[in-house]
């Protein structure tokens, strides 16, 4: 039993060191109830997943203005990562009325693009603003 820990702690701390050294192109860190928008919106997430002690958003989630407006979530990170049949919601999301999820960024949930592999499928792409996709 050792062995095989022994084993799997080496095959780990190996993908580590070289993911360690991959180029990174983009970081898209999870968008959460702590998340503010270019136009002054603040998240209100729906999900009961979280990541930094903050409700994780999702696709379909809503943004509130200071003015008194809202506007849903339309992209995500696509089917790389959902959550109750939801894409989540990514700094970097689109909004219905063209508004994006600014921050904050955080080192909790993250999808990360490498320069070396290609894109991730879906990744901000506009979607129902129900989620589904």
């Known amino acids: 039993m050792s062995d095989m820990k022994t084993d799997a702690t080496r095959l780990a701390d190996e993908f580590l060191a070289k993911v360690a050294i991959k180029p990174v192109k983009n970081r ?10 270019q136009r002054g919106g603040r998240i209100v997430a729906t999900s009961n997943m979280q990541t930094t002690g903050a409700r994780v958003a999702l696709v379909g989630d809503l943004a509130h203005y200071p003015d008194g407006s809202q506007s849903r979530i339309v992209s995500g990170a696509g089917p790389a990562m959902r959550h109750e049949g939801h894409q989540i919601g990514l700094v970097g999301s689109l909004f219905e009325n063209g508004d994006v999820i600014t921050g904050p960024d955080h080192s909790g949930i993250v999808v990360v693009e490498y320069a070396d592999e290609s894109a991730v499928p879906g990744l901000l792409d506009p979607v129902s603003p129900t989620g589904a996709s």
Request: glycine letters at 0%; hydrophobic letters at 30%.
């Open 28 to 37: 898209f860190p999870v968008a959460t109830e702590r998340s503010t928008t």
